[in-house]
């Protein structure tokens, strides 16, 4: 009985007999095979919080020195007997696979000293999912741009006893915030992964408070942080060597230079800045493509097809695979005419480009293209046009290529909204800007709408004729985005079911994702 624990469980604690126990109890039902040792530090509590940790038969240590939770971790840190710490706060759950998956994180990444994971506000007050959005977000980013993320949480948070002693552990530190700098540390003995999977729930007590005071308190902690960055480059500069020098100069050349990159990847359409994006075809013959997004959507899409085979004009209409659900016949309609479809996603969530949901959601509409229409689409738009590398790598990895736009005249259609519907501006703006080889915008659809003034295309109806009429008039012709990139229109092997089975990995998803579950 007197063997090393593998993992030591830290819990600061003050005043915390309400909450304590829901959480020690999570801890206790862990499904981990190995063995953990639990460790509540009492940071002076005065409501019998020592008591019922010990109730439970976990490790008290009582800490009454300095009431800080840093200190308060750092006292259970050197008492601690396992050779990972892992940080847990007394107002989270943890799911019954949470200490398995930080054990397995460390031992399928030896090179790792760190693993910050998520937490989710237990309460879903109004602008908790925003504030969960960006957080992962802005980790997200983070660790694509500098390997590890950047608001990590003090509630779920491990690290490798041996690394962390060398960097004299929390010492220093005395404000939650800086749960970044002990990152920012641990992050030059190796890696930091970030986990989204490593998620507890967690109390909303501390941010539900008036927004005046929580406005303070934002602004006091980021006063305390900006002192820390100012104190901890100072102390940087004082042991500079050239290398470290050379290397502090490369990452701000590759923050200055790359995160920019990568906004502008992701928001202008034509940009292959996040990875390869065709938007117009390399020719100087007057050849251009006429593309249709967001469809089927009667009875816009109809009256499109009636305008192509009425002037014998090959389109591409890069459709939503909800969309083809709705109106299978449109789809298969489109195909019987000549006209190419393209994946244009199946929910047509932008936010897609940057979580991972968006693999899933173009295999889905790929699933649906082919039940419906018996093709397998080769050319894929991301939804508006965003896109982020990781995305992109996954459009290649499906082997599809992305397809977005060189002309549109977007702007029209809110000048229509707002009242203005006339289609002769609307074709001008669209025939100035058109020259060879380019790949023209236009919509028979509005995302997943229909009957409803958004999803009105009767303006793209009325223009169409004239944008024909006008660019043949000029002399150019019309073709296929394939034919005048000169790539296939479909991929030749066809689309497995066993290979992809989009609802079972759903169904998975929101059980092991509380966030979904939750509605957040
Ligand atoms: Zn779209």
Redesign the pocket.
Same mark, same amino acid.
């Given at each position: 009985m007197n063997h090393r624990p593998e993992l030591s469980i830290i819990i600061p604690a003050l005043n915390e007999a309400k909450l304590l126990p829901e959480c020690l109890r999570s801890l206790e039902d862990q499904d981990y095979p190995g063995h953990y040792e639990i460790i509540v530090v009492d940071n002076g509590s005065t409501d019998g919080t020592a008591g019922i940790a010990r109730d439970f038969g976990v490790r008290v240590i009582p800490c009454t020195e300095i009431k800080s939770v840093f200190f308060a971790r750092q006292v259970g840190a050197d008492a601690a007997r396992g050779d990972i710490i892992v940080q847990a706060d007394a107002d989270s759950v943890y799911p019954g696979g949470w200490l398995n998956r930080i054990a397995s994180q460390f031992a399928s990444h030896p090179e790792a000293v760190a693993l910050s994971g998520r937490f989710i506000y237990r309460d879903g007050f109004w602008w908790a999912r925003v504030e969960y959005l960006l957080r992962h977000h802005i980790n997200r980013m983070s660790v694509a741009l500098f390997s590890r993320p950047m608001v990590v949480s003090g509630a779920t948070f491990a690290f490798r006893r041996g690394s962390f002693l060398s960097l004299d552990g929390y010492r220093g530190l005395s404000y939650s915030a800086d749960q970044y700098g002990i990152c920012a540390r641990l992050s030059k003995r190796g890696k930091v992964l970030y986990d989204r999977d490593l998620y507890c729930l967690t109390s909303a007590r501390r941010v539900q408070r008036p927004t005046f005071i929580l406005m303070m308190e934002a602004l006091a902690n980021f006063a305390r942080w900006g002192a820390y960055l100012m104190q901890s480059s100072l102390s940087d500069l004082r042991g500079l060597t050239t290398r470290t020098l050379l290397y502090g100069v490369a990452r701000l050349l590759r923050v200055a230079v790359f995160a920019p990159m990568v906004l502008y990847g992701y928001f202008v359409p034509a940009s292959s800045t996040n990875g390869k994006v065709y938007h117009k075809g390399e020719t100087t013959e007057k050849a251009v493509a006429l593309t249709f997004?967001?469809g089927p959507n009667e009875p816009y899409t109809s009256e499109i097809l009636d305008i192509l085979a009425s002037f014998n004009i090959k389109a591409t209409f890069?459709v939503?695979g909800k969309n083809v659900e709705i109106y299978p016949e449109t789809g298969r309609r489109i195909l019987d005419e000549g006209h190419v479809i393209g994946n %244009?996603s199946h929910t %047509?969530n932008a936010d897609h480009a940057i979580t991972r949901y968006g693999s899933r959601d173009l295999r889905r509409a790929q699933q649906v293209i082919y039940d419906i229409s018996g093709v397998s689409p080769h050319l894929y738009?991301p939804?508006?046009g965003r896109k982020t590398p990781w995305q992109l790598k996954a459009v290649q990895r499906e082997g599809l290529i992305a397809v977005t736009w060189s002309v549109s005249a977007n702007d029209q259609h809110a000048l229509a909204l707002l009242g203005k519907p006339s289609p002769e501006p609307f074709a001008r703006k669209i025939v100035s800007k058109t020259r060879p080889g380019k790949i023209i915008l236009l %919509?028979d659809g509005y995302?997943t709408a229909h009957g409803c003034a958004k999803s009105d295309r009767s303006l793209t109806v009325k223009a169409l004729p004239l944008i024909i009429k006008q660019l043949q008039g000029k002399g150019y012709r019309f073709v296929t985005v394939p034919d005048l990139l000169d790539v296939p229109a479909y991929n030749g092997t066809p689309f497995h079911e066993p290979a992809y089975g989009y609802g079972r990995e759903l169904a998975t998803e929101s059980a092991s994702n509380p966030a979904k579950l939750a509605g957040i």
């Open positions: 997004d967001d890069f939503i %244009h %047509h738009r939804p508006h %919509h995302g």
